[in-house]
C-alpha cells in the first residue's frame, strides 16, 4: 500500500470512528452550561432548584382577549382539560373547590397540625383563655366568618394554623379565576410532570399547553383570545430553539463564505476538498474530545465550530500557497516550525479555559483545543500525503507584491496607531468601574422580550419571588422536618422583632412525626376534658353543654392515624410540601422561603439570618440569596476567567520567549497583539457593549490567534521581509479567520455574540499591527 | 269600593307627608353633603351560640368620599381600614388585605355602609330595595337585599339616624344572629 492510501485511510478510519461517537453524543442547551462544575453546598441548592425544583417546573399562562366571562370560561375549560393529563401535576386557575378541600384537611387534621396545641392548653386556664380569644374574634369582622366553627373548635386551632400562613400574595380574582393586575387577562399557575431540566418533557407540555388553548378556544368560538405563556421551563425550550437555528445558521453562513474564498484561491475542485480536510476533521475532533469528555455537548459549544473552520483551515492555506514554489519538503523546513509554534500559541490559550470551573467554558477550551490541534496534524501529516507533490493553483505573487508595496504605506501609520491605542486604554482605564456587567444574566441566552413577558407575567400571578432561602440539609425525612421546625422558632424570633416578613416552612402541613406524637399525646381524654371545660366555662357567655361536637372531635383526633405526604394527595397543600421538602441522592432537603419584612425594602439582612441560625442544626443549616449566589457565582467566574486569562497569556509569553530567545524579537511579536486588544476592546466599549466574562476570554484568543501573524513577520528575513507567496497567504488566512469569528458576531447568544465582536475585528486588527510594526526593512 | 277609597287614603296618608316633608333624595342629599368625621361606637352582635352578646367598641372616622377606617379598642386592638376598594385588616402581628372587587359580595356589603355614608342612591339601590320612613330628625332606613347570593347572607340592613348623622347600623343576618352598632359623634370642632 502507498503512504498516501495508508494515510488516507488511517484518516478515513479515524473520522468514522468520530462519526460513531458523535452520533451517540447527547447534545444540550440547558443551564448547566452555567452552573459551575464543582459547586459549594450553596451553589448546589441553586444547582438543584434549577435542575429539579418545583419552580422551574412552573409554567405560568395569561389568557388575553374577549370580555371577563369569555376568558374565565376559557381558564376554566383549559383548567378541565389540562388537569386530567399525567403531562401536569397541577393546574391552578384560582376556582374555587381546591381551596376547599385545603380548608377541610386543615380542619380535620387540626389538632396534628396547630402549633398551639400542646398540655397546657387543654388545662381548665388554658381552655378559659382560648376560648375567651375566640369569642373576643368573633367580636371582629374577620372574626364572623369562624362563626360556624365555634362549637366545635372552641380553642381556635384553624384560627392558629391559618394565621401561620401567608394570605397576603393571591392573584386577584374575576368572575371566579384568577385575573392580572388590570382584570384584562385570565391567569393560569400549571406544574409540569417533567423536570426543569428536562427539556423535551418541558417542550412537550408547552405544545399540548398551546394546543388545548387552541382547541378551547375553537369550541368556543373566541377568536380574538391569545395565550401568553411563561416560565423557566418555556426558557429552555426557547434558548435551545435559538441556539440550534443559529448554530446551523451562523455555520452555513460562515462556511459558505470561506469556501468561497478557497475557490478564489485555489481555483479547483480538488484543492478546495482538500483544504477543507483539516477543518473537518477538526470540528469533529472537538465534538468527540468533548463528548467524551464530558458526556454531553452543549450547542453553544458547537456553536463554537464556526470560528474554529476559519481558524483551522489558516494551516491548510499556508501549505498549500507556500508549498507551491518550493516544494513540500522546503516548506516543511521553512515554515513548519512557525506554523506549529502558531498552533502552539492557540492551544496554550484554549488550554488555559480547560480549567475552569464554568463548564461551558471549560468545553469550549477542549473543543477547540482538540480542533486546531487535529487539523494542524493533518495538515502537517495527511495532506501531504494526499495532495502529492504537483500542486497547481493560482498564482498569488501579484497580490503578494501589491502587499509588499501597501506595507511601506501602512507603516506610517506608526505613530497614529499608537495614539489610538493609548487613547483606547485611557478611555478603559477612566471608565474602568462600568466596563463590565456584573450579572450572570448577560450570558444567558434567554430574550429580552422573554424576560420581559416574564416579569409581567410574575407581577400578575403574585408570584412568590424565591429569592432567599434557608435550606436544611439532612439524612432522612423525619429528621429533615424536626430541624425545620427548631429552625421555624429561630425565625419566628427573627419575624417578632420585624426583621423577616415571614416564612413558609412544610411542617405547617406536613409536622414531624414526632411533633405530630406530641402533639396527640397533649391531648386529654373526654373524661378529663368534660369536667374541665365545665369549670373553665362557667362565666363565660358559651355554654359548655354545647360543646359536644368538640369533645367528639377531640377523641378521635386522640385515635387520628399521622399525617403523611400521602394523606396531603388532592390537595394544594401537597404542591407546597412538595416544592419544600426534596428527596435527593444525599438525603432530604427542607427549603424554608423568606419574606422579606413589609418596610418595602424587599431585602433582608443576610447578616441577622445567619446569626439567628446558630444552635445546635449549625451547619446542616444554610441561609441563601439566590440572587447573590447567581453574582457571586458569576463573579468567581469573572475572576476565573481573568486569572485563567493572564495564566493563558504568560504560557503564550513564555513559549515565544523560549523561541525567539531574544526580549527584541519578543516584545516586536507582542506589540501589535496588545494594541490590538486595547483598540478592539476600546472600540467596543465606545460602541456601548457591556463587557463580559466571554469578552475576556475573546482577548486571549486575539493574542493567540494574532500571533502567527506576528511569527511570520518576525521569521522573515529581516531586510527583505516575507516573500509575496507568504504575505498572500496570510492575507487568505486572516480572511478566513475573521469571517469565523466575525460571523459568530451576528449571533443573538451573548457567548458567541462577544467572542465573534471580539476576535473578529480584533484578528484583522492583529495582522494589519503585525504588519506597521514590522521591522523597516519590509519596507522593500 | 269604599274599600279601595279608605285604603287609598291611608295609602296617601302614608306618603304625601314623607313626600312633602322628606323623601329619599332629600336623605341622600344631606348625607352627601357629610364631609366626614368621628365617632365612637359601640357594637352588640347577638349570636345563637352564645348566652350573652360580644360587645366590642372604638373609634371609627370617615373622610368623603372613600376612606372609612373603624378602630377597635375593645376587647382587643384592631384596625380596619376601607381605602377604595382596599379593605385592610390589622390585628396583633397580622394583617390582611383584601382587594374587594375580587369579592362581589363582600363589596355589596361594604357598599350597604359607604352608599349610606356618601349618600349614593344609585349605589345602594344596585343591590338592595331602600325603605325609608321617619322625618329629618328622626328617620330609618331599610336596606333590603335584591341579589339572592347577598340574601344568603344578610336578610335585612337597618340604618338610622339624624339629619346627616348615622346613629344606628344593625344587622340581621340570614341565620337569625344579629349585630347592633351605635355610633355617637365626637364633636371635634
Request: aromatic fraction near 6%; avoid cysteine.
Amino acid at each position: 500500500m502507498s503512504p498516501a492510501r495508508r494515510s488516507f485511510l488511517l484518516w478515513l478510519l479515524a473520522m468514522l470512528a468520530g462519526a460513531a461517537i458523535v452520533w451517540h453524543s447527547r447534545f444540550t442547551a440547558d443551564m448547566s452550561f452555567f452552573l459551575p462544575s464543582k459547586p459549594t453546598a450553596e451553589q448546589q441548592v441553586l444547582v438543584d432548584q434549577l435542575k429539579e425544583g418545583a419552580v422551574a417546573r412552573l409554567l405560568m399562562v395569561a389568557i388575553s382577549g374577549g370580555n371577563v366571562e369569555q376568558r374565565a370560561t376559557l381558564s376554566r375549560d383549559l383548567r378541565g382539560r389540562l388537569g386530567k393529563m399525567p403531562e401536569f401535576t397541577s393546574v391552578q386557575n384560582g376556582q374555587s373547590g381546591s381551596e376547599s378541600a385545603d380548608r377541610d384537611f386543615l380542619f380535620k387534621h387540626r389538632y396534628l397540625l396547630s402549633p398551639s396545641v400542646r398540655p397546657e392548653r387543654f388545662t381548665v386556664d388554658g381552655l378559659k383563655d382560648a376560648i375567651s380569644n375566640s369569642i373576643d374574634l368573633l367580636a371582629s369582622p374577620a372574626g364572623m366568618m369562624l362563626k360556624p366553627l365555634l362549637t366545635s373548635d372552641p380553642t381556635g386551632e384553624l384560627v392558629a394554623i391559618l394565621s401561620q400562613l401567608n394570605a397576603g400574595a393571591q392573584p386577584d380574582s374575576r368572575a371566579g379565576v384568577w385575573a392580572s393586575r388590570d382584570g384584562e387577562r385570565a391567569m393560569l399557575l400549571i406544574q409540569t410532570h417533567a423536570l426543569g431540566s428536562d427539556t423535551d418533557g418541558q417542550e412537550t407540555a408547552i405544545q399540548l399547553i398551546r394546543q388545548q388553548f387552541a382547541e378551547s378556544r375553537a369550541a368556543s368560538g373566541l377568536s380574538d383570545a391569545r395565550l401568553t405563556l411563561s416560565g423557566p421551563g418555556l426558557f429552555a425550550v426557547n434558548s435551545r430553539a435559538t441556539i440550534k437555528d443559529e448554530v446551523s445558521q451562523l455555520s452555513l453562513i460562515s462556511s459558505i463564505a470561506i469556501i468561497a474564498v478557497l475557490f478564489f484561491v485555489y481555483r479547483s475542485l480538488r484543492l478546495l476538498t482538500l483544504g477543507l480536510l483539516p477543518v473537518v476533521s477538526g470540528a469533529l475532533a472537538g465534538v468527540v474530545a468533548v463528548s467524551l469528555a464530558y458526556g454531553t455537548v452543549f450547542g453553544i459549544t458547537v456553536g463554537f465550530g464556526s470560528a474554529l473552520i476559519g481558524e483551522a483551515v489558516d494551516y491548510s492555506i499556508y501549505y498549500f500557497v507556500q508549498s507551491s514554489r518550493m516544494g513540500v519538503d522546503a516548506w516543511r523546513e521553512r515554515f513548519w516550525p512557525t506554523i506549529r509554534l502558531g498552533v502552539l500559541t492557540s492551544i496554550s490559550g484554549f488550554a488555559a479555559l480547560l480549567f475552569s470551573g464554568f463548564p461551558g467554558l471549560a468545553q469550549l477550551g477542549l473543543y477547540s483545543l482538540a480542533g486546531v490541534l487535529t487539523a494542524a496534524l493533518v495538515t502537517r501529516f495527511v495532506l501531504p500525503q494526499l495532495a502529492g507533490t504537483t500542486i497547481e493553483r493560482r498564482d498569488l505573487t501579484p497580490l503578494g507584491h501589491l502587499l509588499e508595496r501597501s506595507i511601506g504605506q501602512v507603516q506610517r501609520l506608526r505613530w497614529p496607531m499608537l495614539v489610538l491605542a493609548i487613547a483606547a486604554a485611557t478611555t478603559l482605564y477612566l471608565d474602568r468601574d462600568s466596563l463590565w456587567n456584573p450579572e450572570l444574566s448577560a450570558l444567558s441566552p434567554v430574550s429580552q422580550a422573554d424576560q420581559q413577558v416574564d416579569l409581567a407575567l410574575r407581577a400578575d400571578m403574585a408570584a412568590p419571588d424565591s429569592r432567599y432561602l434557608v435550606v436544611i440539609n439532612a439524612a432522612d425525612q423525619e429528621t429533615a422536618l424536626q430541624m425545620a421546625e427548631r429552625t421555624g422558632l429561630q425565625l419566628d424570633r427573627l419575624v417578632e422583632s420585624g426583621q423577616l416578613g415571614g416564612y413558609d416552612s412544610p411542617t405547617r402541613f406536613l409536622p414531624s412525626q414526632l411533633s405530630q406524637a406530641q402533639r396527640q399525646a397533649s391531648l386529654p381524654s373526654s373524661d378529663e376534658l368534660a369536667p374541665r371545660l365545665k369549670t373553665a366555662l362557667q362565666d363565660a357567655p358559651l355554654a359548655a353543654s354545647k360543646l359536644d361536637r368538640f369533645l367528639a372531635d377531640i377523641e378521635s383526633a386522640r385515635r387520628q392515624p399521622e399525617i403523611t405526604p400521602a394523606s396531603l394527595a388532592g390537595t394544594q397543600l401537597a404542591l407546597a410540601v412538595d416544592a419544600m421538602l426534596l428527596k435527593h441522592a444525599q438525603g432530604w432537603s427542607v427549603l424554608l422561603p423568606l419574606r422579606p419584612p413589609q418596610d418595602g425594602s424587599a431585602m433582608i439582612d443576610a447578616a441577622a439570618v445567619r446569626a439567628a441560625l446558630t444552635g445546635d442544626t449549625a451547619g446542616q443549616v444554610l441561609f441563601i440569596d439566590m440572587k447573590g449566589e447567581f453574582d457571586k457565582l458569576y463573579n468567581d467566574y469573572l475572576h476565573e476567567a481573568s486569572q485563567l486569562s493572564l495564566a493563558g497569556l504568560a504560557i503564550i509569553v513564555l513559549l515565544l520567549a523560549i523561541t525567539l530567545r531574544s526580549p527584541r524579537r519578543l516584545g516586536r511579536v507582542l506589540l501589535p497583539l496588545i494594541l490590538a486588544v486595547l483598540i478592539v476592546i476600546g472600540g467596543l466599549h465606545l460602541l456601548g457593549e457591556r463587557l463580559h466574562l466571554l469578552h475576556l476570554i475573546g482577548m486571549l484568543l486575539i493574542v493567540a490567534v494574532g500571533s502567527n501573524y506576528a511569527l511570520f513577520f518576525d521569521r522573515a528575513d529581516e531586510a527583505t521581509g516575507p516573500d509575496p507567496e507568504t504575505l498572500a497567504s496570510m492575507l487568505v488566512a486572516n480572511l478566513t479567520t475573521a469571517i469565523g469569528f466575525g460571523t459568530l458576531g451576528l449571533s443573538n447568544v451573548p457567548i458567541l455574540h462577544a467572542v465573534g465582536v471580539t476576535v473578529g475585528p480584533g484578528a484583522v486588527l492583529a495582522l494589519l499591527l503585525a504588519a506597521i510594526f514590522a521591522p523597516r526593512g519590509t519596507a522593500g | 269600593m269604599i274599600k279601595r277609597l279608605f285604603a287609598g287614603l291611608i295609602l296617601a296618608a302614608l306618603t304625601i307627608p314623607a313626600l312633602a316633608a322628606f323623601d329619599l333624595g332629600q336623605l341622600m342629599g344631606e348625607l352627601a353633603r357629610h364631609k366626614g368625621g368621628k365617632a365612637r361606637f359601640v357594637e352588640k352582635k347577638y349570636l345563637a351560640v352564645l348566652d350573652k352578646p360580644v360587645v366590642s367598641s372604638g373609634e371609627m372616622s370617615y373622610t368623603a368620599p372613600d376612606r372609612l377606617e373603624k378602630r377597635t379598642l375593645m376587647p382587643k386592638v384592631e384596625t380596619l381600614l376601607l381605602d377604595k376598594d382596599m379593605l385592610s385588616i390589622e390585628r396583633e402581628k397580622q394583617k390582611l388585605t383584601i382587594n374587594l372587587s375580587n369579592q362581589p359580595e363582600a363589596l355589596a356589603f361594604i357598599d350597604s355602609i359607604r352608599g349610606t355614608l356618601t349618600g349614593n342612591r344609585a349605589a345602594l339601590e344596585k343591590n338592595y330595595a331602600l325603605f325609608l320612613s321617619g322625618n329629618l330628625d328622626k328617620w330609618t332606613l331599610t336596606l333590603l337585599p335584591s341579589d339572592q347570593k347577598i340574601a344568603a347572607l344578610v336578610q335585612r340592613i337597618t340604618v338610622s339616624g339624624s339629619k346627616n348623622q348615622i346613629r344606628s347600623i344593625e344587622y340581621l343576618q340570614a341565620d337569625g344572629d344579629r349585630s347592633v352598632m351605635s355610633i355617637e359623634p365626637i364633636d371635634n370642632r
